[in-house]
């Protein structure tokens, strides 16, 4: 579970986070949208502990982030926005190189990066070096990184971003496995489609703050609009729709 | 955990075949450079170069030409054209400045009488004024030998020409010269640690940054301090490689430098050795530390290879200004840098004589490593490092 409570962050004159709070939950998959700028990578990065936020706290598995990052973010797997990976190593030695500094070594490390590959079905790239890889293995490859550790958490931020249907696809099963299995897994995304399909629930953000909690279906009854890209523009173009 | 993230970055750097290739060249060069120079200025140095003039009326001042053959300084005539001629199957330059004794030379000096000699040569060309010097020395020597015996037939003491005497020392003798260059020898032994590892050190910070992975690897469960300590062993070491390479290859071209046709005599043996190598080690990581600092703070990878080339001259520069005006202070021993050219200047020259100082000087260094590691962590922690902002 990933929670954050009343988040104040500012860059110089700019406030970034203002008194935001949300939470995901476990089993489900949680959505979060908002316009650029919104304060979403910013959020993320104070509950990864990455950054000091002036006030608030965030939470992974009710530990403190704040207080103690490292054990913080052992709990979470994380797929980042903009990924790269270590072109003179070969898929294989890169997850492991994740794996190690998750703490796992040995058998365990063994055990643990023969299933993720066979999960993930990349057998035949593991043993090449990354260079080259197209967009859709350099995704598996990153995810598998993101979960060889088997983290209760998982989080992604813009993900299917430049990846074509195919991957796409494969993504959507990952994650739809994993939360039937009862992992919590939030992911920030400005594709509308892929969030309806997916999410449980939706957390709209916008000027540092939420604009909106609820299911995709609720976000669109309480604007009146028949798709959520139109609840969306709704919700984060007036102040009436924040407040209702 | 700084071992599994120092396993990665090795294999990642030893991968990396043009930072290897300049750690292995920034080494090799610094040595054989070295020994190029020191071989031509031995070289130079030693032998007063043979000089070929054309000498007309020889048959008037045959003691004028056995002196100018004493002194190296031979007839030949002007070759038909440029300046090369061939002489017993040799090429050897002519210098085409002619030296001309009258027709009455001989006759005049006999009867007491100013005799005339023509030296012609081109002024304008800057090597012609030491050549004509050579020659006049040598035609100004015989005529005070001369008017000397002549005053002494006449009962005057050849003293009454001399009210003044001048004595001069030339203090740069070859080994003096030589004993700057191999002071030299130590500048470039550290400027081989730093550029063996220059490369390595922006890969892995700018370059890590620019390829999008630095900011997933400090999202792991790892603390800055873990992940700056093995990015700062990791290009340490090829520091470390490079100046082993630089030693060991030094070590090996120092027999074949002339040396001791300057009667000087320089025993790089295993002892000398081994400590130069032993003061490197601490400062192969300072300088893998430096680097990191300097190409984290840099915007991109580009940025941090031109801070860099800027940052490579301090430990060029000043080093090689204290070489040459030989400033003394015993601070120094205790400057990163500053105290390993001390100790490998004072070593070569054979005047080292503090250990404490070296040891000192080692510990210091290393803290320092520690010290801008630390730093280093600590502004990781800071978005705009992060990200290249």
Redesign the interface.
Known sequence: MLEVKNLVKHFGDVKALDDLSFAAEDGQITGILGPNGAGKTTALRVLYGLLKAEEGKGFIDSVDSQIDPQGARKKIGIFPDKFGLYERLTAREQIAYFAELHGLQGDALKTALDRVIKDLDIGDIADRKCAGFSQGQRMKVILAQALVHQPQNLILDEPTRGLDVMSTRILRDVLLDLKSQGKCILFSSHVMQEVAALCDRVIVVANGQVAAIGTPQELCDRTGKATLEEAFVTLIGSDEGIAA | ?IW??F??EF??SV??KRAVFAALAGAIFSPLFFAGMMTFMLEKTRSVDELYVEIKGQEQAPHIVALLEQAKVFHHALPQEGKTFELEGEKKEHSKIELEFADDFAERLQLGKVAEVKLTADHSLKENSDRVRRIKRVIEGYQSQLVSMKLMARGVSPAVLNAIHIEEKDTSSPSSKSALILGMLGVMILVAVFVSSTNVAIDCSAG?RE???L?????????TWQVVAAKTLNSGLFGVAGGTLSVVLTAAVIPFIPLHKVGMAFNFDLQLAFTIWALLLPLAFFAAAFQLLTAFHAKSFKEAQSYIQYTIIIPVVVPMALEFSNYKNEFLNYVPILAQQQAISQMIRGEFNSYGALLGGSIITALSAVLIAKWIAKSL?S?KV?LGL
Do not use: F, W
């Open positions: 955990m599994a993230l396993k990665k294999r990642d991968r990396d890590e390829r999008n992975s900011e997933l690897l400090i999202m792991q469960p790892v603390t922690k978005e992060v």
